[in-house]
């Protein structure tokens, strides 16, 4: 590359392809606990979008944390189970037990304060022509072009939402000396 020409556009999205492998540490660690529970001290912060497709959650849980929560994965856990695109995990709220599925692809942080490791991710906001496609593979295909601008438009609206401030817990749990991988530096401004 000579000295006067630009970076071209990354057309890769190398930024996605990391959020999702750092996301992979995380269903790798919860993976770890599934089998074997947590070793030693290790326990972990979880922050989530409650927004985000494919979270499920009680509706009484859903009103306190509109926006985000942030989970504990620690001594009183239950039915943990991983797949490759989401956890669910039964946990105790107010001595209620609630059982909650969330998407890799929701989660928003992730630290083990044992070890004063995390993560920091950006919910991935849809993709809104894989939203159309994802409607015609389910079987709704739109019936002509302005069917499909319609669906379009109504998804990207979708897509616009964004998340509310993070749950104070978070904010508890980390410290200035966390090694927290934020992927904004490496994002084209």
Known sequence: MSQ?????????????????ALRGVVRLALLRVEREGLPGEHHFFIAFNTKHPGVQMSDRLLAKYKNEMTIVIQHQF?????TEEH????????????????PFAAIKGF??????FGLQFE????DVTNLAN???ADGDAPKDEAETKKLESKNTAKAKKKSGPS???AADA???????????AFRKK
């Open 167 to 169: 749950d104070a817990a």
């Open 4 to 20: 006067g020409e630009d970076i071209s556009e990354d057309l890769m999205r190398y930024d996605l392809l990391a959020q999702h």
């Open 134 to 136: 994802d409607a015609i």
């Open 123 to 126: 919910t991935a906001e849809p």
């Open 174 to 184: 980390s410290n200035d000396d966390s090694k927290v991988v934020s992927l904004d």
């Open 111 to 116: 630290f083990d304060p044992s070890v004063q």
């Open 87 to 102: 956890f669910e995990i039964e946990l105790s709220f107010d001595n209620i037990p609630e059982k909650l599925s969330i």
């Open 78 to 82: 239950w039915n943990l189970r991983t």
